[in-house]
């Protein structure tokens, strides 16, 4: 039930910052919906699919379909609110990078995958749908970036391996999961935390 609850969360959130993007990038109420449903829905499309977990989530449970079509509609019409805010999609993605690498991982791991696989799953799920959308909006997707963000992804889907191997609680690994990522996140975010640039000199 946890799990469900985040993953809805999760759902929610992500359809936000879809939402939000597409606002700032003056689209129509359907480009908000498409951009919020890739946002919410793709990572884990794509897992399902990879995994061979078919039907795919969305399509056998339509309750995420639901909190998608909520989401957007509340975040268009708190546009007033939220679009002076400066870091509002990205704390939110950070959010939603936490949760949706936590279901990703749990999926795998509850359908027999080995660990690392089970940790690339966790990262694909939390980034490929933020991913989906950056490039539908014509911007560099956010994992492809210098700051540390599918890194964040895979510290906590190996925090999540590890904690489960060693027979921890299942809400203490998720608990703390979500939040190394999203930590991991704002400290990207606020603290201009990145990675080494790769750069080749050409004369």
């Not at 359809?15 to 480009?31: K, P, S, Y």
């Not at 791991?109 to 950056?134: F, Y």
Request: aromatic fraction near 8%; charge should be positive; charged fraction near 10%.
């Amino acid at each position: 039930m946890l799990l469900y609850f985040l993953d809805l969360l999760g759902t929610g959130v992500f359809a936000a910052t879809g939402a939000m993007v597409a606002a700032r990038r003056n689209m129509d109420i359907f480009g908000a919906l498409v951009l919020a449903f890739v946002t919410a829905v793709g990572g884990g499309t794509i897992r399902d699919a990879i995994l061979g977990s078919t039907p795919v989530f969305w399509i056998t449970d339509t309750l995420y379909l639901q909190v998608v079509c909520l989401a957007t509609a509340v975040t268009l019409l708190g546009k007033a609110w939220w679009h002076r805010t400066r870091h509002m999609v990205q704390v939110l993605d950070a959010l939603g990078l936490g949760v949706f690498t936590v279901i990703g991982v749990e999926k795998a791991l509850s359908l027999n995958a080995e660990p690392m696989i089970a940790v690339i799953m966790g990262m694909l799920t939390g980034a490929g749908g933020g991913a989906i959308r950056d490039v539908l909006a014509g911007r560099v997707p956010m994992v492809l970036r210098q700051e540390i963000y599918a890194t964040a992804a895979i510290a906590g889907g190996v925090l999540y391996t590890v904690m489960h191997d060693g027979g921890m609680d299942r809400s203490v690994v998720v608990v703390a999961c979500a939040t190394l990522v999203f930590v991991l996140r704002l400290l990207a975010i606020y603290c201009n935390l990145s990675l080494p640039k790769v750069s080749v000199r050409t004369q």
